[in-house]
Nanobody, 121 residues
Framework: QVQLVESGGGLVQPGGSRRLSCVASGSIFSIRTMGWYRQAPGKQRELVATMSNTGSTNSADSVKGRFGISRDNVKNLVYLQMNSLKPEDTAVYYC???????????????WGQGTQVTVSS
């Protein structure tokens, strides 16, 4: 089994910053892509930012210039640094990983349970 555990969510004022962390553990042979998605009330889950194991990134236009993604491939960690937060960034943020499992060598998509980020004064 593989588990993704997020941390770092909470309440933050508009214009503030927050850093989310996610660690993957379990029967992991390799992780091709790690990243973050979010889901606001009444909306579909959407991409925030992802990073491949070679360092290439993909991010939503709405967060470019404000959010940054980084990754520790050795420790299977991914971070999301969120700056200049806006009320519309309020959502549950989900960690995502495309994991090749140790014994099967099959790639499977995994999700964390989510961490709430609320941007409000």
């Amino acid at each position: 089994q593989v588990q993704l555990v997020e941390s770092g969510g909470g309440l933050v004022q508009p214009g503030g910053s927050r850093r989310l962390s996610c660690v993957a553990s379990g029967s992991i042979f390799s992780i091709r892509t790690m990243g973050w998605y979010r889901q606001a009330p009444g909306k579909q889950r959407e991409l925030v930012a992802t990073m491949s194991n070679t360092g290439s990134t993909n991010s939503a236009d709405s967060v470019k210039g404000r959010f940054g993604i980084s990754r520790d491939n050795v420790k299977n960690l991914v971070y999301l640094q969120m700056n200049s937060l806006k009320p519309e960034d309020t959502a549950v943020y989900y960690c995502y990983a495309a994991v090749t499992r140790t014994y099967t060598k099959v790639e499977v998509n995994y999700w964390g349970q989510g961490t709430q980020v609320t941007v409000s004064s």
